[in-house]
């Protein structure tokens, strides 16, 4: 069986603290790393042995994981099983990037998010240029604020062409025409980005062959449905899988609505939904139009 998993554990601590991050953050304690810990080895001890299975794997986790050697260690073991077809983690790469020798670049890939004002640019164009240094598969995005489009515009410069540059529509941030076409000169799927998707009652992969697990091992179709399927522990789960239409009006994540059936994202990323890697990087198509005005410039 082929099965894709989307695992977020109990980690929430981040060492960046983006003001439109929607994340709840804390400061973890010693005993809250202990648990994140062992709920990730207990759940990569579970990959593991499903060795009849060919495995999928993301890791989204609320925090920054690979800042915890846990999550670095258990990416390079996974990586090196052979039922694991991809293993991949959303990181916003302010861990170094020396471990990654360990792992093997053919199954392991990089969902990275470019944060600015949280680091220095140059050191993350240079953990970037590792990367492709390594063979590492990647792809870099950034939250697409005003106040981030020159900063995206220099990334796009700046980074390899066979690297996709996404943009993720801010959370509660209006976009008009003139405003998406800037970003979509830079990310052509931008267009998917912009508005949520109507999904009441359409097909959806997720609840059949992807899954979301919590640190317990609790299984639901995916981050934004509460209802569990089962334990994943105690192999509950499998009895409900099966095709299943989405029960919300809409969806606005690119985790989420990557699954829908209704789209045709799984072509446009085939052999890279987890890492946000399309098939083939989009061809841009400039766009001349003058920068945003920051809200509250004069002129406003």
């Known amino acids: 069986m082929d099965l894709t998993l989307l695992y977020r ?9 983006c003001p439109y991050c929607p994340f709840a ?13 062992d709920a990730l080895d207990r759940f990569a001890d579970w990959a593991a042995r499903q060795t009849d299975d060919r495995l ?7 925090g920054e994981g690979l800042v915890r050697s846990w999550y670095r260690r258990t ?4 990586s090196r099983l052979p039922h694991v077809r991809r293993v991949a983690i959303q990181t916003n790469l302010s861990c170094r990037t020396d471990w990654l020798a360990e792992a093997d670049p053919g199954t392991l890939a990089l969902w990275c998010t470019y944060h600015p004002g949280q680091t220095p640019y140059d050191r993350f164009l ?10 590492i598969r990647f792809s870099v995005g950034v939250v697409g604020l005003p106040e981030h489009l020159d900063a995206a515009r220099r990334l796009r410069t700046d980074l390899p062409e066979h690297v996709y540059l996404w943009i993720n529509a801010a959370e509660g941030h209006t976009y008009s025409d003139a405003d998406a076409a ?3 000169d830079l990310d052509p799927l931008f267009p998917y980005s912009r508005h949520p998707h109507t999904s009441a009652g359409l097909p959806c992969r997720t609840g059949d062959s992807v899954i979301s697990v919590d640190g317990e091992g609790t299984v639901r179709r995916c981050h934004f449905v ?3 399927l089962g334990n994943l522990y105690d192999g509950s789960y499998r009895a409900a899988l099966r095709p299943r239409a989405c029960p919300l009006a809409v969806c606005d994540c690119h985790i989420g609505y990557v699954h829908l059936e209704t789209l045709p994202l799984y072509d446009v990323f085939a ?20 920068s945003p005005v920051p809200a509250g410039a004069p002129g406003v």
């Open 9 to 17: 554990g109990p980690l929430a601590s981040c060492d960046y603290d």
């Open 25 to 37: 953050k804390r400061r973890d304690t010693g005993a809250q790393l202990r648990a994140d810990r």
């Open 56 to 62: 999928s794997l993301l890791f989204t986790p609320w």
């Open 75 to 78: 990416l390079v073991d996974l």
């Open 126 to 135: 240079t953990k970037c240029r590792d990367l492709t240094a390594r063979g």
């Open 182 to 184: 800037r970003w979509t």
């Open 226 to 228: 509460p209802a569990p």
């Open 271 to 290: 052999g890279g939904v987890l890492e946000r890697v399309p098939a083939t990087v989009p061809a841009r198509h400039a766009v001349d139009l003058p």
